[in-house]
């Protein structure tokens, strides 16, 4: 993106301050019995804290493990080949102490680890991936701002992120050069808002716009908030999830005056629900901005129908809606996180019934060529006729659903045909109302309700 101002070359960066090593991580299989890697990151932390620093958003992006270096100062008992080198140098990695003090252990079997650390496999594209598969690219009428579906557009305010996702769809341009909007560009996306009154909902995303100083990203909020066809901003951010400290008053007391103002974040895994993150969330919906989560479905991360149970009812806990599981995109240097389109639809089948509807996300897949997103849902239409309509519901029931009465009188009646015993026909035809399978939990229940009501 451009020739504006970055973190990276502003005066957060110091360069005098050694890496930090974070907290306890619980030592991989390899550790040297004589290293105790948790009493020396447990004293990094401690220093950290008594200076009062560890809690500063500031410190914490000074101090992001930014090289393979860095992370084996950190990590020495990291086994990782010389290839690695490579990865990072196409595919940027930070990640704040902060983030990195999640990970329990090191490999990628830990959710954390797997979703920050440079994995050789990102070298290993099979030939159809693309690094822009959504074709942002060709939906950008002006620099920074992606136009495809008619009432909203997405300014990508930043290049910048607290950390770079291993899984991330911008791979292409995520931390690459880490820069911001500049002046002109964002009086460029300022006019041709203007010139676009059928825009009404304009996402600032990036990269990640909390990473920006509190006075940039104002800039461009004000920008388009001027502009009076736009009724809705949403703000896309990981940071209550990687860098919940930048959460601070004085961002959300600056957020309130742009209301209606919605964020959306990004949690993958229950490992990351922290105290730190609910605190982050707390005050953001406190400040009246409500969250959505957009989790990307990961293989060997969340594909695991207990654990996106897990996740969605944490998320609920910290007044979070679980809005969007992604399935992964077609991005070059993903294809190690990617899982078959089935297995967003076992979770989904999974979800319903057990979790609160409030905690079911839409699982959809953001089509190629910029096709947009498509919602997938199992199937719980068995079958339809002019009369009836037959649903499955999550236990296997099967129940019919009557259709308006005028329709019956229009149509012919149903055929009728002797000696069918049951099946889907039966409902579908009005014969029968429902298929209710025995022994399921809910029919013990009610079986033994009447068994109490017959008693008394
Ligand atoms: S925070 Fe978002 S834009 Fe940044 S690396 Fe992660 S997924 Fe990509």
Redesign the pocket.
């Known amino acids: 993106m451009n020739e504006g101002g970055s973190i990276a070359d502003s005066s957060l960066v110091s360069v005098d301050e050694p890496p930090l090593c974070p907290p306890s991580v619980v030592a991989a299989p390899s550790v040297d019995a004589n290293y105790s890697r948790s009493d020396l990151s447990f004293r990094s932390r401690l220093d950290a804290e008594k200076s009062g620093r560890w809690s500063e958003w500031k410190w914490q992006i000074r101090n992001r493990l930014r090289s393979v270096g860095a992370l084996l100062e950190c990590f020495p008992e990291l086994r990782m080949s010389a290839e690695i080198n490579e990865v990072v140098a196409r595919y940027p990695m930070a990640i704040t102490p902060y983030y990195a003090s999640l990970i329990q252990r090191l490999d990628d079997l830990d959710p954390v680890f797997r979703m920050s650390i440079p994995q050789i496999q990102e070298l290993r594209d099979p030939p159809f991936l693309k690094a822009d598969p959504l074709e942002e690219d060709q939906d950008m009428p002006v620099p920074g701002l992606i136009h495809r579906y008619r009432d909203r557009a997405l300014v990508m305010a930043t290049t910048t992120?607290?950390?770079?996702?291993r899984?991330?769809?911008?791979?292409r341009v995520?931390?690459t050069r880490e820069s911001t909007l500049s002046v002109p560009r964002i009086r460029l996306i300022h006019e041709y808002l203007t010139a676009h009154p059928e825009i009404k909902d304009v996402i600032i995303?990036?990269?990640?716009p909390f990473t920006m100083e509190t006075s940039a990203l104002e800039r461009i909020l004000e920008a388009v908030r001027s502009v009076p066809s736009v009724e809705l901003i949403r703000i896309?951010?990981?940071t209550p999830v990687?860098l919940p400290m930048r959460i601070t008053p004085e961002l959300t007391a600056m957020l309130r005056k742009y209301h209606p103002i919605w964020v959306n974040t990004?949690f993958n895994h229950p490992q990351e629900l922290t105290p730190e993150a609910s605190n982050a969330c707390t005050a953001l919906v406190d400040a009246g901005i409500p969250m959505g989560n957009q989790s990307?479905l990961l293989r060997g991360v969340n594909d695991d129908p207990e654990v996106m149970a897990q996740l969605c009812r944490g998320l609920l806990r910290m007044r979070v809606k679980p809005y969007y599981l992604f399935q992964c995109d077609l991005v070059r240097g993903v294809e190690h996180f990617r899982t078959p389109l089935a297995k967003g639809l076992e979770i989904m089948e999974y979800l319903r019934g057990r979790v609160s509807g409030l905690a079911i996300p839409t699982f959809v897949v953001d089509t190629p060529h910029g096709g947009g997103k498509v919602p997938l849902l199992p199937n719980y239409i068995v079958s339809m006729s002019p009369t009836h309509t037959v649903l499955r519901n999550y236990e296997g029931m099967m129940v019919q659903y009557p259709e308006p009465r005028y329709r019956h009188e229009t149509e012919h009646a149903p055929i009728a045909c002797a000696e069918t015993p049951e099946g889907v026909w039966q409902i579908a035809s009005g014969r029968q109302t429902a298929i209710i399978p025995m022994g399921g939990e809910r029919a013990v229940r009610r079986a033994r309700k009447s068994r109490v009501v017959s008693l008394k």
């Open positions: 992120c607290a950390m770079y996702c899984h991330c769809t911008r791979k995520a931390g995303s990036g990269g990640d896309g951010t990981r990687v990004h990307v």
